[in-house]
T-cell receptor
Framework: DAKTTQPNSMESNEEEPVHLPCNHS???????IHWYRQLPSQGPEYVIH???SNVNNRMASLAIAEDRKSSTLILHRATLRDAAVYYC?????????????FGPGTSLSVIP | EPEVTQTPSHQVTQMGQEVILRCVPI?????FYWYRQILGQKVEFLVS????????KSEIFDDQFSVERPDGSNFTLKIRSTKLEDSAMYFC?????????????FGQGTRLTVV
C-alpha cells in the first residue's frame, strides 16, 4: 500500500478556513487520493476524493499538487462539528484493490 | 441519503460467549467490509466480502471470526468465543465497487464490551 504522511494534530479557529496537508511521495499513477473523517464516537465518513484535478463538493475541497506527491483538504469555514480525525488515504484505481486502510490521521481541534 | 445500519449499538457479553454483530449495507452495494477500532487506536481492517465469499482478511481475522450474508440484506460478523481483547468498536462498511474511484460508506458501529 502506498503511504501517506499527515501531521498528528492541528488547531483551527471556528469560522476560519482549515488546510489539512498530506504527503504521498510514493503515489502511483493509478492511486486515487481519498479523505475520510471520524467524528468522536462515530464511524468513518467519506469526505472527498480525486485523481489529478482539484475537486469540490458540499463538504470540502481537495487541492492536488501538480506532481501528485501532496494534497490538501480544505474546509472553507470550520465549525465545531468539524472537530474530528481526518484521514488521507490512497486507493488503487485498478480493480484488484479491495479495502480502505486507515493510518493515524490528523486530529483537528476547532476553537470557538 | 442511503446509509449503512448496524445493530446493536452496544453489546456486552461474557468472555467465552458467542456474539453476532449485524449490519445492513446500502442496498445496491456489492462489496462489504468489517473493521474494528480498539479504544484510542486506529481503525483496523478485518475482512472484505464479495459474491458470498471472503475476498481478503487480515491477520486479526482468525478462526474465531466468521462472516455471513444470510439473506439479501444482512451482513453479519460472528465471534465464536469472545476474549477480553475483542472489546472494541466494530464498523461495517459497503461500497458499490472495489476500485479506488469509489467511496466506502461506514456504519455508526457496534461497541462490543467483553467482561
Amino acid at each position: 500500500d502506498a503511504k501517506t504522511t499527515q501531521p498528528n494534530s492541528m488547531e483551527s479557529n471556528e469560522e476560519e478556513p482549515v488546510h489539512l496537508p498530506c504527503n504521498h511521495s510514493t503515489i502511483s499513477g493509478t492511486d486515487y487520493i481519498h479523505w475520510y473523517r471520524q467524528l468522536p464516537s462515530q464511524g468513518p465518513e467519506y469526505v472527498i476524493h480525486g485523481l489529478t484535478s482539484n475537486v469540490n463538493n458540499r463538504m470540502a475541497s481537495l487541492a492536488i499538487a501538480e506532481d501528485r506527491k501532496s494534497s490538501t483538504l480544505i474546509l472553507h469555514r470550520a465549525t465545531l462539528r468539524d472537530a474530528a480525525v481526518y484521514y488521507c488515504i490512497l486507493r488503487d484505481g485498478k480493480t484488484s484493490y479491495d479495502k480502505v486502510i486507515f493510518g493515524p490521521g490528523t486530529s483537528l481541534s476547532v476553537i470557538p | 441519503e442511503p446509509e449503512v445500519t448496524q445493530t446493536p449499538s452496544h453489546q456486552v457479553t461474557q468472555m467465552g460467549q458467542e456474539v453476532i454483530l449485524r449490519c445492513v449495507p446500502i442496498s445496491n452495494h456489492l462489496y462489504f467490509y468489517w473493521y474494528r477500532q480498539i479504544l484510542g487506536q486506529k481503525v483496523e481492517f478485518l475482512v472484505s466480502f464479495y459474491n458470498n465469499e471472503i475476498s481478503e482478511k487480515s491477520e486479526i481475522f482468525d478462526d474465531q471470526f466468521s462472516v455471513e450474508r444470510p439473506d439479501g440484506s444482512n451482513f453479519t460478523l460472528k465471534i465464536r468465543s469472545t476474549k477480553l481483547e475483542d472489546s472494541a468498536m466494530y464498523f461495517c462498511a459497503s461500497s458499490r465497487t472495489r476500485t479506488g474511484n469509489t467511496e466506502a460508506f461506514f456504519g455508526q458501529g457496534t461497541r462490543l464490551t467483553v467482561v
